[in-house]
């Protein structure tokens, strides 16, 4: 069974910067993409960055480019979400997703993860 645990959220102030981590357990993931995604309160879960586990390639929805960054320590098993430039609208719940998939066509659609980790709040005052 895949687990996905989400840590590193917080209360930071705008402008500030937060690492999440989703640590991940239970299969070898070579195979999979890991996505992260956000949920703000009244709004449906939207795609924010996913990056595939064996080659390294990421992909971002256009409101985080170039404040997001997402990476991949094979060894530790762990998905890192690096968020600079934080902005009131950026609260939200963030979520870890994993995909398995044979291809390396980084999928945005929350209906296309199936394992869900928890989710870490983060809430950024102005």
């Known amino acids: 069974q895949v687990q996905l645990v989400e840590s590193g959220g917080g209360l930071v102030q705008a402008g500030g910067s937060l690492r999440l981590s989703c640590a991940a357990s239970?299969?070898?993931?070579?195979?999979?993409?890991m996505g992260w995604f956000r949920q703000a309160p009244g709004k449906e879960r939207e795609f924010v960055a996913a990056?595939?586990?064996?080659?390294?390639?990421?992909r971002y929805a256009d409101s985080v480019k170039g404040r997001f960054t997402i990476s991949r320590d094979g060894a530790k098993n762990t998905v890192y979400l690096q968020i600079n430039s934080l902005k009131p609208e950026d609260t939200a719940v963030y979520y870890c997703?994993?995909?398995?998939?044979?291809?390396?066509?980084?999928?945005?659609?929350?209906?296309?993860?199936?394992?869900w980790g928890q989710g870490t709040q983060v809430t950024v005052s102005s």
């Open positions: 239970g299969r070898t993931f070579s195979s999979y993409v």
């Open positions: 990056i595939t586990w064996s080659g390294g390639s990421t």
């Open positions: 997703a994993a995909r398995l998939t044979s291809s390396t066509y980084i999928a945005t659609l929350p209906a296309s993860y199936i394992y």
